[in-house]
């Protein structure tokens, strides 16, 4: 029988949108409908790869070892630190050069007079 504690839990999962659903819906409005069907196809098949590594059962053999699954846990950080490290000296909004210097055009003029 199923507890009222669980089917409440359940609405809530299925009301909150995902970040796949939120990603889809922002480049939709931001960039149009072609855009957002892309964006949802590379949501969806971004899956996959966890799907087949269930399905062949890499997961419950990386349950099984903890030194596998550190390993990939190890490797999953190092990915992330390199994502960040190339997002850092890209050249956009969020690149970082040594030769800049801060903004002071966000300040208000009776601000900076003081």
Known sequence: MLSTQFLLTALVVVLAPGTGVVYTLAVALGQGRRAGLWAALGCTFGIVPAMLAAMFGLAALMHSS????????????????????????????????????PRRDWLSPSAARC
């Open 66 to 101: 903890a030194l596998l699954f550190q390993a990939v846990k190890v490797a999953g950080v190092a990915y992330l630190l390199y994502l960040a490290w190339q997002m850092l000296h890209e050249g956009g909004a969020l690149g970082y050069k040594k030769t800049q210097r």
